[in-house]
Every structure is written in structure tokens, then in C-alpha cells.
């Protein structure tokens, strides 16, 4: 039974090409890795690999009749159609090859996210739901040709759907989303255009290929294709157990994925070398250490080895790379440099990479790192698909006092559908107010005649106002100095972090944390609405020494300024943790000219501010209260230092 095309050309059978290789294969181990983005020229076989990798992508099991085809061993994952048909009984399984899907050039948004049917729910006020091509691609390949030449906006579209694993789908209020979970690759030749440096480094891995050089590889690519061409089922037919094999190697590494560890020193060598080749964000480090879990995978280990993050380090690195001047020409000679420094200065013995490249943990403490637990329940799909109303309910009234999360006004059709007006809307505009035109309509229907089951006329129609959501940026300024009790204030910080992440999706919130300690301040997680990078970072926090408050304070300050730069609609919140005893740079009280200077720039500010006191001497004369006076923030005297009990004071702030 020939399911895909007979012959497709072996795996197996391609000569070198090792990176482009290991790339795709890493993604087929894990498509949260986020793509491949192959460069080359003409004629250097692209496309061949591509379309072998389909070949040896293991078989799926869907739920029979599923038109996203869920897994039925992934309930978190499942679309609502399958949620509802579970409901009436056991799900029919069925196997059948992964998918190669092609995106063309020239498809629609509507081609590619698929379409919600309007008209079907204004006359019988049922949901339906077109699939496109994600629908098509989930759990497969979905293969962009020429993506330098696909519009920007629908290169983001596919970006973000790779990252998150899911699709939704949203017109006049109405939405629909399902699982979206597919190997992405892009190929492009660079002589016809670049993909824009902002989409650039959100494909995970990027690859740059050349023609084979070496002679003998080269007359061997010939004879192979030539026997191809000439008998294509003789051919697969002699590779039949290489590709097999390579089936099952993927299978297991599959199944392996979730229960790879990764050890600290690894990842500190990851952050080496991000930091040495100067990559902005953290989206470098987190993909290196995916790829790199995904690697040892693919290997058979349960570790991550140095040979692992070594090997998957330059597919991630290579386009994200700033270029200079200086530096152009010797990418990857800059990049070689930064990987084997990282791992020299790993340790003190000498043959650290020899240590560690046995595929045997060190002694350290390894224990799994979240970010890698990809597998592990719906924790990649933010949101449940089923709970999606037909039609948009008004939302609960958002509370607008000051310092209150926020809604802005939203000029064009995104954001989030609040109330609705009538005449704006034309009937063909994208903007329609379903739920009030009908609502508008309703009375109406004993007057009029016609075969829709609501009529509806044009002075009917109402157009939405939308209101766009608008998150909060929480830095928490945590007192991390010799004083009683600074574990116990870190470790409730932390978990006061890691709490109100939870939810940071939905809520658009981002979250940071500076430690002030000895004679200054330090960024310890810089706001971001990650758990896993939060986790990551928060593992050890310094404390011991001396307590600078007011630079601790200026230092959270300074993070909030850049992230209301990058959006200003956010709302800054600044949340000290201390017990007061403020000893460096503030002489006991606001003598100095730093505890000033940031008493006067946080008045000034748009930030809110509360000074959580976790002292016990008496209120009066408490330090902390002293600092919130000055800053014009709220004081809390905290009864417990106790994680939940500070994300809950601050979500009281926060409301919604
Ligand atoms: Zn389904």
C-alpha cells in the first residue's frame, strides 16, 4: 500500500551532509527544538533530505477520524472534537506514516491556519472549523521552500505555532485552537533574499550547506543517484534495513527524550558560551540545551555528554551570531573558539572534556532540568482548546484602579473583543460583533421571512470594540544579605517567582528578580515570563554579607524602565522583600546620597511599589518602612515568609 510517494530517495544513502543531517534528526526527535532553517545554493540536495526525513519519521497512532490527528496517548493534547467524541466512549486508534507537508509560497493565512465558517454559525450556531495546512502538518514535517520569499507575517505565524505546538484560531470573537506539533523546516538559497534578522533567530537550528568538495564523495552521490533514478524500488530495497534501523533509533529516542538529564556544569557551559559570543536573550541557551538533551537521545544516553552540547552548539548559534565588522568572516572560528573555552574553564582538571565525554554523569547534582521535560503532560499547550465559548462572553469587568493590570484600546483587530457599537462595522468587515448583531436581530425575527434561521439586516450589525490585554512586569528586589532569615527570604522569593509564573501566559506577566547582597546588586533573573528559564536561574541564589537596599531598589528599578521602554503599555510593579536592616550605602536610614537618589527616582516613576517587611522588631522603626515612606509604596508587614503567601499579596495588587 503506497501511502506517500514509492520512492523517496533513502536517508540513509545521503552522502555527507552530516549537520544538515543531525539537524533535521534532532527535530524529529524533539520538534520543540523549533525548526531547521537550511541555507544553500541550487542542486545541494535540500529538498532530497527533507523529503527523506518523512521516510524515516516513526509511524503515528491517531485517533481514527481525527482531522488534526491527535494522539490518543496525549489527552492533554487533543482537540476538542476528540475531547467530545471521548466523552461517548473509547477513542479507534489507527497507525498510519508521518506527514510531509509542503507550504507554498503563495498560500493565505487562511490556507495555512485554516478557517472558522461564519456563516454556518450565524445560521445554525454551530462552530465550524476548515483545517489548514497545521491542521495537516501536526506530528509530521511541515517543509517551507523558498520561506526567504514567504511573507513576514505568515513566517511569524508559523514561528509561533512551532514554538507553542498549537494553532488557534481566532475570527469575530469566535475562536478554535488544536495541537500543532510539527518538525519544521525551511529551505532557502540566500543569493535570492535573507529571511529578516528578527525571524532569523527563532528558527532553532540553522544550517548552511555547501556542495560536497572531496572527489570520491562526489562520484559517489553520482552512482547513487544514478541507481535511484534507474530502478528506485531496487534501490530502496538495498537500504531498506539502514533506514529501519534509523526508524527505530528515532522511535526510542522518542521515547527517551523526557528522561534525559542535564547537568549544572553543563549548563553553565551552555551560558559561557552564549555570553562569550554575546547572544542576546536566553532563547539561545534554552535551544542549545533542548538540542543538546535531544542529541544524547538520539544517542542512546540518559545524560548529557560535553560531545553532545559541542556537536548541537554551532546549528544554534551560527545565525544568531552578530555580525561585525571584525568579525564576519571568522563566524565559525569565533564560534569553535567559544565552545571549547567553555568547556576548558568547566572545571579544574585539565581534561574536563575527556572527563565528561564518557557519557557518565559527574558526581554533581543532576537533577532533570525542567525545560527538557517536554513530554511531560500538556505542559506546552498554555491554554485547554475546549474551553472556548461559541461566541465571546463579554469578559468579567477588568478592574482599572491605578496599578491595576490594564486594558488599552485597541486600533485594529487584535486584541481582545470587550463590548461592541453599532454601524461601525460593514456586513463584509472582519470586525463584526456576532453575538451583539444577533442579540440586535433577535426581536426582529417574528417580522421578517427568509430560510436563514436568523435574519439579519444590515442595521443590525454591530461592530467590537476590543480592548487589548496588557501585563504586568514584576521585579521582585530581594534582600539577600547576612541578616537573620535571608535563605528563608530567597527561597520565599524564589517561590513567589516561580508561583505567579505559572499563569504568566495567560496573564502576559513577566517576572525578574534582583538580589542585593555584599556591596551591590545583582540581576539575578531578568523579568521574563519563562518558568523554565526562571527556574534555571533561580537554582542558587546568593546570600551573606552586607545590605545595599537603595542600589538593590535603583537596580529593579532600572530593569522595569527597559521593559516599559520595549512596551509601554505594561505596568511596572517593584516588590521589595527585606527585613530593613539596611547597612551599605544607606547609613541606617536615608542618609545617603544613593538611598536618596533612589527614594526620589522611585516617587518619579510610573512603577508601583510595595516593600514587603519581613523583619519582627517593631513596625515604628523598621528600616523597610522607612524606605516605603520615601518611595511613596506600600507597606506590608509580612506575618510568614512563605512563597505563596508574598505571590498572593502581590496578585491582590495585581487584581484579575
Ligand atoms: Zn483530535
Not at 526527535?29 to 527533507?50: N, W
Not at 550605602?585 to 538611598?595: C, P, W
Request: with cysteine; aromatic share 4%.
Amino acid at each position: 500500500m503506497a501511502t506517500r510517494p514509492a520512492h523517496t530517495f533513502p536517508f540513509s544513502a545521503i552522502v555527507g551532509q552530516e549537520t544538515l543531517k543531525l539537524a533535521l534528526l534532532l527535530n524529529a526527535v524533539d520538534p520543540l527544538v523549533g525548526g531547521v532553517l537550511v541555507r544553500g545554493e541550487k542542486g545541494t540536495a535540500k529538498s532530497t533530505a527533507v523529503r527523506a526525513l518523512a521516510a524515516v519519521v516513526p509511524d503515528l497512532t491517531v485517533v481514527d477520524g481525527c482531522r488534526f490527528s491527535c494522539d490518543p496517548a496525549d489527552p492533554g493534547s487533543w482537540c476538542e472534537e476528540c475531547r467530545t467524541r471521548r466523552e461517548e466512549g473509547p477513542l479507534p486508534k489507527t497507525t498510519r506514516p508521518a506527514r510531509l507537508v509542503d507550504l507554498p509560497v503563495s498560500a493565505t493565512e487562511d490556507r495555512l491556519v485554516g478557517t472558522l465558517d461564519l456563516e454556518h454559525a450565524l445560521k445554525h450556531g454551530i462552530r465550524r472549523f476548515e483545517p489548514g495546512l497545521f491542521a495537516e502538518a501536526n506530528r509530521g514535517i511541515l517543509y517551507v521552500d523558498e520561506v526567504n520569499l514567504l511573507d513576514d507575517h505568515l513566517v511569524d505565524t508559523l514561528l509561533d505555532a512551532a514554538a507553542m505546538g498549537v494553532n488557534t484560531v481566532q475570527r469575530e470573537g469566535i475562536s478554535f485552537a488544536h495541537p500543532a506539533r510539527f518538525i519544521l523546516v525551511g529551505t532557502m538559497n540566500p543569493e535570492e533574499g535573507d529571511v529578516r534578522p528578527q525571524l532569523l533567530d527563532r528558527f532553532g537550528l540553522c544550517v548552511d550547506i555547501t556542495g560536497v568538495r572531496d572527489p570520491q564523495d562526489r562520484v559517489e552521490i553520482v552512482r547513487r543517484r544514478r541507481a535511484f533514478d534507474d530502478d528506485a524500488t531496487a534501490y530502496c530495497r538495498e537500504w531498506i534495513d539502514a533506514e529501519d534501523e534509523l526508524k527505530m533509533r528515532l522511535r526510542h529516542a522518542r521515547v527517551r527524550v523526557g528522561s534525559v538529564e542535564i547537568a549544572d556544569e553543563m549548563l553553565m557551559a551552555i551560558a559561557r558560551m552564549c555570553a562569550d559570543l554575546g547572544v542576546d536573550g536566553h532563547r539561545a541557551d534554552l535551544t542549545i540545551a533542548r538540542a543538546a538533551v535531544a542529541s544524547a537521545a538520539l544517542e542512546g544516553h540518559t545524560h548529557v555528554t560535553d560531545e553532545d552540547v559541542r556537536r548541537v552548539a554551532p546549528l544554534v548559534l551560527a545565525h544568531r551570531l552578530r555580525k561585525t565588522p571584525f568579525h564576519e568572516e571568522s563566524s565559525p572560528e569565533r564560534l569553535a573558539q567559544a565552545v571549547s573555552s567553555a568547556f576548558s574553564e568547566s572545571g579544574d582538571s585539565e581534561g574536563a572534556g575527556e572527563a565528561q565525554s564518557a557519557g557518565t554523569p559527574g558526581d554533581g547534582d543532576n537533577a532533570p532540568l525542567l525545560l527538557v521535560d517536554s513530554d511531560d503532560g500538556p505542559a506546552p499547550h498554555p491554554f485547554t482548546p475546549a474551553e472556548e465559548p461559541l461566541v465571546a462572553s463579554l469578559d468579567r469587568a477588568r478592574r482599572t484602579m491605578s496599578g491595576r493590570r490594564q486594558e488599552t484600546l485597541s486600533g485594529d483587530s487584535r486584541g481582545r473583543y470587550t463590548r461592541s457599537e453599532p454601524g461601525r462595522a460593514s456586513t463584509q468587515g472582519s470586525d463584526v460583533a456576532l453575538d451583539a448583531t444577533i442579540r440586535a436581530a433577535a426581536p426582529q425575527q417574528t417580522a421578517r421571512e427568509g430560510d436563514m434561521a436568523i435574519n439579519v439586516r444590515r442595521e443590525d450589525v454591530r461592530a467590537k470594540v476590543r480592548t487589548r490585554k496588557v501585563g504586568a512586569t514584576i521585579v521582585f528586589c530581594v534582600d539577600g544579605s547576612g541578616s537573620m532569615g535571608a535563605d528563608s527570604r530567597m527561597q520565599a522569593a524564589k517561590n513567589a517567582v516561580l508561583e505567579l509564573l505559572k499563569d504568566a501566559y495567560q496573564r502576559r506577566d513577566r517576572v525578574g528578580l534582583v538580589s542585593f547582597r555584599g556591596d551591590d546588586a545583582e540581576t539575578v533573573l531578568s523579568p521574563t515570563a519563562s518558568v523554565e528559564l526562571a527556574q534555571l536561574k533561580l537554582r542558587n541564589l546568593p546570600t551573606g554579607g552586607a545590605t545595599p537596599l537603595a542600589a538593590g531598589m535603583l537596580r529593579g528599578l532600572e530593569l522595569l524602565e527597559i521593559d516599559m521602554r520595549r512596551n509601554a503599555d505594561v505596568v511596572p510593579w517593584l516588590v521589595v522583600v527585606t527585613d530593613g536592616r539596611a547597612n551599605v550605602g544607606l547609613s541606617g536610614g536615608l542618609g545617603s546620597e544613593d538611598a536618596r537618589a533612589m527614594a526620589a527616582r522611585l516617587r518619579a516613576s510610573k512603577a508601583q511599589a510595595v516593600v514587603l517587611d519581613t523583619g519582627s522588631g517593631p513596625r515604628a522603626t523598621s528600616g523597610a518602612r522607612e524606605i516605603a515612606v520615601a518611595a511613596n509604596a506600600e507597606y506590608v508587614r509580612l506575618t510568614s515568609i512563605d512563597g505563596s503567601v508574598i505571590a498572593d499579596t502581590v496578585r491582590q495588587r495585581l487584581g484579575g
